[in-house]
């Protein structure tokens, strides 16, 4: 629990003695664009902010406003997604663009309230809008925020639990107070990636050091308390990369109820081993049925590609077959399609699979 002695005042007030903005610059900094703090929040949720910069950027410029991106085709948001991961933000991204421009007349909700009901939208990215963009009094809560609330007040509840984030969320009202909340989440935001760092705090040169019960106590690194690990689910992937004369390829859509769903993929059978090999996968039952066996020959196997997801774990082989005949589309919607190789651009990949064709040249030297 919290310690009694523990003064949100100093907090706050070395804080924001400490703050410039310019310490830290990014393009959405000091922004009061609801739809661009918006954007760059979505965008970098689980994602670092050198990866996710440049994709703020294009997104601003193919979609400057909300009611621009609540137009687009959502291939040409997939595809523009690429690489980013965790899809079902730039699924949400979409609705919740929808949903300001049909029900909202093209303006965001000018309340927390208001802005947690969009889809997508949790309490940080709420709190983030409502206060940069509108004013409001509401402090944001992060990772960052948990490290930097539970040290300074020396307070060991686990952040992972659900009453534990309301714990931390009333923390960070207090030590929010009544100071203006863009400038002090915009402080506090920086503190964290700048000075109440994860592993190597500079507690040396930290403002609010003398108030800091974590480094008094010693036990700086053994906060914030998280909750029980969650388990990692290990999976394997074996793609069919299959071809034809005519450098044409087998591509299917990923299903919804499964990660990475809508984007695009060789077909795919999902086994319990990285080892199994090719005559194993004819016999399961994820083999497609419009592919037949005896007419494909295998030109090689690639080595295992890994990715690492916040519960899972892929690993993935590429098996790269040829086709004696060619290639023909199954009926839609069930496809596999056949998709020419000068054509891939204009799919949305998962990462693992543009880590396996940059690796690879799919020429097969009929
Ligand atoms: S003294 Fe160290 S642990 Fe405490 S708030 Fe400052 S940087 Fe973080």
């Known amino acids: 629990m919290a310690i009694a002695n523990v003064s949100w005042q100093h907090f706050r007030e070395e804080l924001l003695a400490w703050y410039r903005p310019e310490r830290r610059p990014m393009p959405w900094k000091e922004e009061t664009d609801p739809y661009r703090i918006w954007l760059s929040e979505i965008i970098l949720q689980q994602t670092r902010v050198e990866q996710g910069w440049p994709y703020f950027e294009r997104f601003v410029t193919a979609y400057p406003t909300v009611t621009v ?26 609705k919740a663009a929808r949903t300001v421009a049909d029900e909202h007349g093209g303006k965001f909700p000018a309340t927390y309230a208001g802005l947690l009901d969009l889809p997508g939208i949790g309490p940080y990215t709420a709190a983030a809008v409502a206060s940069f963009a509108f004013g409001r009094q509401v402090a ?37 107070g ?10 506090i935001m920086d503190f964290g990636a700048l000075v109440c760092t994860p592993k190597q705090a500079d507690c040396a040169r930290c403002p609010v050091a003398s108030g800091c019960q974590a480094l008094a106590q010693d036990r700086v690194y053994d906060l914030p308390v998280k909750g029980k690990k969650t388990t990692v689910r290990p999976r394997y ?9 005519r450098d044409r390829y087998l591509l299917e859509q990923r ?23 090719l005559e194993q996968l004819i016999q399961h039952t994820d083999w497609p049925a419009t592919l037949d066996p005896t007419r494909l020959r295998q030109l090689r196997r690639s080595g ?10 892929i690993g993935a ?46 020429t097969l030297g009929f």
């Open 69 to 94: 991106l609540a137009a687009a085709e959502d291939d040409a948001v997939m595809k523009l997604w690429e690489g980013l991961g965790y899809y079902s933000r730039a699924r949400n991204l979409l």
């Open 140 to 176: 944001v809560l992060d990772g960052n925020v948990f490290r930097i609330l539970a040290r300074y007040a020396g307070d060991a509840t686990p952040t992972t639990t659900e009453p534990g984030r309301k714990h931390f969320q009333q923390l960070a009202e207090r030590a929010l």
């Open 178 to 187: 009544e100071v203006p909340a863009a400038r002090f989440n915009q402080a």
């Open 237 to 245: 992937f074996h793609y069919l990369v299959v071809s034809d004369a």
């Open 255 to 277: 299903p919804a109820g499964d990660i990475w769903q809508s984007l695009y993929q060789f077909p795919l059978v999902e086994t319990d081993s990285v080892d199994t090999s």
């Open 304 to 313: 295992v590609y890994r990715h690492q997801l916040s519960h899972q774990t």
């Open 317 to 362: 082989v590429f098996h790269v077959l040829a086709s004696h005949g060619l290639l023909a589309p199954a009926a839609p919607p069930d496809s596999p399609m056949v998709v020419p190789r000068d054509e891939f651009d204009r799919y949305a990949l998962p990462r693992i699979i543009t880590r396996f064709l940059e690796d690879t040249t799919l």
